[in-house]
């Protein structure tokens, strides 16, 4: 079964550039797409990035998404840091038994 | 504009039964698959089920298996989730969410609604 590992938190000032990591377990995390989902308190997850890197109508182009096959992980940027972007950011996938798996999520401060 | 609006949650006792719906609006909801996903208190994202853009599939992992079922009705543009013998443990924020593409499944989560709350407790 795959299981999806992000940190429990990152932080990063206003401007800058933060990639949250997503480790995928001894299942390949290539094998299937991963999306991204940024959830702000008290909202519902949206999505800002789907099928590795591609970004949504709306969604600004200072997010990016990519696959290391080297080290089994996928990445979510965000670059040139807005305090708006501070939330909790959550990868996903699916296995080869259909099931969709999530990561434990990783919450952003922009300070 | 897509919409989902999801309805039925509430304080229920361990072991009953509670039936969650989800009204889609803003797009052809039975040419999409749908999915079922909760989010425990202050915790992370669980998947609880997927149906097919006819209904005639479903997933669903083991912790739900045996005791959730999912359905649709295409005629009345309604998404269920039937929650039997439920535990404590499935106290969440139930979610019903979009897939992106018509037809087909791409194993995620396009839209979401605002989400229902259900408490397992006695």
């Known amino acids: 079964n795959l299981i999806l590992t992000q940190p429990h938190s990152v932080s990063e000032s206003p401007g800058k550039t933060v990639t949250i990591s997503c480790t995928g377990s001894?299942?390949?995390?290539?094998?299937?797409?991963v999306q991204w989902y940024q959830q702000r308190p008290g909202s519902a997850p949206t999505v800002v990035i789907y099928?590795?890197?591609?970004?949504p109508s709306g969604v600004p182009d200072r997010f990016s998404g990519s696959i290391d096959y080297s080290s089994n992980s996928a990445s979510l940027t965000i670059s040139g840091l807005k305090t708006e972007d501070e939330s909790h950011y959550y990868c996903?996938?699916?296995?080869?038994?259909?099931?969709?798996?999530f990561g434990g999520g990783t919450k952003l401060t922009v300070l | 504009q897509v919409q989902l609006v999801e309805s039925g949650g509430g304080v229920v006792q361990p072991g009953r039964s509670l039936r969650l719906s989800c009204a889609p609006s803003?797009?052809?909801?039975?040419?999409?698959?749908m999915h079922w996903v909760r989010q425990t208190p202050g915790k992370g994202l669980q998947w609880v089920s997927l149906?097919?853009?006819?209904?005639?599939?479903?997933y669903n992992p083991d912790s739900v298996k045996g005791r959730f079922t999912i359905s649709r009705d295409n005629s009345k543009n309604t998404l269920f989730l039937q929650m039997n013998n439920v535990r404590a443990e499935d106290t969440a924020v139930y979610y019903c969410?979009?897939?992106?593409?018509?037809?087909?499944?791409?194993?995620?989560?396009?839209?979401w609604g605002q989400g229902t709350l259900v408490t397992v407790s006695s």
């Open positions: 803003g797009f052809t909801f039975g040419n999409y698959a």
């Open positions: 149906i097919s853009y006819d209904g005639t599939t479903e």
């Open positions: 099928e590795d890197n591609q970004r």
């Open positions: 996903q996938s699916y296995d080869s038994s259909n099931h969709v798996v």
């Open positions: 001894s299942a390949s995390i290539t094998t299937n797409y």
């Open positions: 969410a979009k897939e992106r593409v018509a037809f087909s499944v791409t194993w995620s989560m396009y839209q």
